[in-house]
């Protein structure tokens, strides 16, 4: 295992807390580079990252693949015209995630990066979306992916990064 990820608080009730990984400036830094190495090579045009905790992640990434990052918000947070998809989260309850209608340009290759992924759904959704904007999805990169048959499909028809599985 990674030494940086003895940093997240795995002493916890219900999800691991990855904030104390983020707040060690060096070990922040390592996690994005490794997260980002393997779509170094591919032509990612931007990085769609999921609401709330996706979006520390996301940017540093998108910083280290030198593009744009488009933030996929909770619903009704923006205050423009938005494509919309609605999934049951690993709480069950039923959660909205939107998108700029102009936030990328069809035909756009994405790596859509989330902090932790427990059951797919956030995931799916943003996936929904990136499609109904006309891009493309290149990858996804996440800390950890938790095994179940949903994120097992999504390994099967994309490219999926962790630093929390691979070792």
């Not at 990984?21 to 830094?29: C, T």
């Not at 998809?85 to 859509?112: C, F, H, N, Q």
Request: hydrophobic share 45%; with cysteine; net charge negative.
């Amino acid at each position: 295992m990674k030494d940086y990820l003895s940093l997240i608080d795995t002493n916890t009730q219900g999800r691991c807390d990855v904030t104390p990984l983020f707040a060690d400036r060096e070990a922040f830094s390592q996690l994005a580079e490794d997260l980002a190495k393997p779509f170094l090579s591919l032509d990612i045009d931007v990085v769609v990252a999921i609401d709330a905790l996706g979006f520390i992640l996301g940017t540093a990434i998108a910083e280290r693949l030198r593009v744009g990052l488009v933030p996929a918000r909770k619903g009704g947070k923006l205050p423009v015209e938005t494509i919309r998809e609605t999934s049951v989260d690993y709480t069950g309850e039923e959660k909205a995630l939107e998108l700029r209608t102009d936030s990328m340009k069809p035909g756009a290759d994405v790596l859509i990066v989330d902090e932790w992924i427990e059951t797919g759904a956030q995931v799916s959704a943003t996936i929904a979306l990136v499609e109904r904007a006309g891009a493309r999805v290149a990858g996804i990169a996440a800390i950890s992916i938790d095994c179940c048959p949903a994120t097992d499909a999504l390994r099967k028809q994309y490219t999926v990064h962790t630093v929390w599985e691979d070792e």
